[in-house]
Protein backbone atom coordinates (compact mmCIF):
# COMPACT_ATOMS: atom_id res chain seq x y z
CA UNK A 1 0.00 0.00 0.00
CA UNK A 2 1.14 3.22 -1.22
CA UNK A 3 1.55 6.21 1.65
CA UNK A 4 0.64 9.63 -0.09
CA UNK A 5 2.71 12.08 0.92
CA UNK A 6 1.05 15.62 1.97
CA UNK A 7 2.18 17.57 -0.88
CA UNK A 8 0.85 14.86 -3.12
CA UNK A 9 -2.62 15.06 -0.81
CA UNK A 10 -3.22 18.52 -1.77
CA UNK A 11 -1.97 18.12 -5.51
CA UNK A 12 -4.34 15.47 -5.77
CA UNK A 13 -7.18 17.32 -3.84
CA UNK A 14 -6.77 20.89 -6.27
CA UNK A 15 -6.67 18.76 -9.52
CA UNK A 16 -9.90 17.19 -8.40
CA UNK A 17 -11.44 20.26 -7.39
CA UNK A 18 -10.72 21.71 -10.79
CA UNK A 19 -11.82 19.04 -13.12
CA UNK A 20 -15.39 18.81 -11.67
CA UNK A 21 -18.32 17.78 -13.72
CA UNK A 22 -20.32 21.19 -14.21
CA UNK A 23 -17.87 24.52 -14.98
CA UNK A 24 -19.68 26.08 -11.59
CA UNK A 25 -18.30 23.47 -9.44
CA UNK A 26 -14.49 23.88 -11.45
CA UNK A 27 -14.74 27.61 -10.74
CA UNK A 28 -16.51 27.48 -6.79
CA UNK A 29 -13.76 24.90 -5.71
CA UNK A 30 -11.10 25.27 -7.40
CA UNK A 31 -10.72 29.00 -6.40
CA UNK A 32 -11.81 27.43 -2.62
CA UNK A 33 -8.84 24.92 -2.48
CA UNK A 34 -6.48 27.08 -3.84
CA UNK A 35 -7.04 29.43 -1.35
CA UNK A 36 -8.01 27.13 1.86
CA UNK A 37 -6.44 23.83 1.67
CA UNK A 38 -3.38 24.55 2.85
CA UNK A 39 -4.47 25.32 6.36
CA UNK A 40 -6.70 22.26 6.44
CA UNK A 41 -6.01 19.51 9.14
CA UNK A 42 -6.24 15.76 8.21
CA UNK A 43 -9.39 15.45 8.80
CA UNK A 44 -10.65 18.44 7.40
CA UNK A 45 -8.64 16.97 4.47
CA UNK A 46 -10.33 13.87 4.63
CA UNK A 47 -13.90 14.79 4.82
CA UNK A 48 -12.70 17.32 1.69
CA UNK A 49 -12.24 14.09 -0.12
CA UNK A 50 -15.52 13.06 0.62
CA UNK A 51 -16.50 16.06 -0.30
CA UNK A 52 -15.66 15.91 -3.86
CA UNK A 53 -16.99 12.08 -4.15
CA UNK A 54 -20.39 13.89 -3.82
CA UNK A 55 -22.22 14.51 -7.22
CA UNK A 56 -21.72 18.44 -8.54
CA UNK A 57 -25.26 19.14 -9.11
CA UNK A 58 -25.36 17.95 -5.24
CA UNK A 59 -22.85 20.14 -4.22
CA UNK A 60 -23.89 23.12 -6.26
CA UNK A 61 -27.21 23.29 -4.91
CA UNK A 62 -25.61 22.64 -1.60
CA UNK A 63 -23.18 25.95 -2.07
CA UNK A 64 -25.57 27.69 -3.26
CA UNK A 65 -28.14 27.42 -0.80
CA UNK A 66 -30.67 25.67 -3.06
CA UNK A 67 -30.78 22.49 -0.93
CA UNK A 68 -29.32 21.93 2.53
CA UNK A 69 -25.84 19.62 2.76
CA UNK A 70 -26.23 17.09 4.89
CA UNK A 71 -25.15 17.83 8.30
CA UNK A 72 -21.46 16.10 8.49
CA UNK A 73 -20.69 18.51 5.24
CA UNK A 74 -22.35 21.74 6.73
CA UNK A 75 -19.60 23.37 8.21
CA UNK A 76 -17.55 22.82 4.93
CA UNK A 77 -20.49 24.27 3.03
CA UNK A 78 -20.23 27.12 4.80
CA UNK A 79 -16.68 27.68 4.39
CA UNK A 80 -16.94 26.85 0.83
CA UNK A 81 -20.06 29.25 0.22
CA UNK A 82 -18.19 32.70 2.78
CA UNK A 83 -15.44 31.59 0.67
CA UNK A 84 -17.44 32.51 -2.35
CA UNK A 85 -19.36 35.52 -0.99
CA UNK A 86 -16.38 37.04 -0.35
CA UNK A 87 -14.96 37.00 -3.90
CA UNK A 88 -17.67 38.21 -4.60
CA UNK A 89 -17.82 41.07 -2.90
CA UNK A 90 -14.34 41.92 -3.06
CA UNK A 91 -14.56 43.06 -6.78
Known amino acids: MLI ?3 D ?9 SMRRGI ?4 LIL ?3 ADDRLGDFSDADLTLYDAFLSEN ?3 LYGWVSG ?3 APEHY ?3 VKQIAQ ?5 FSAT
Open 4 to 6: ETP
Open 66 to 68: QHV
Open 30 to 32: SRF
Open 56 to 58: DHD
Open 8 to 16: ARLKRLKMR
Open 23 to 26: KEMD
Open 83 to 87: HQLAL
Open 74 to 76: AAL
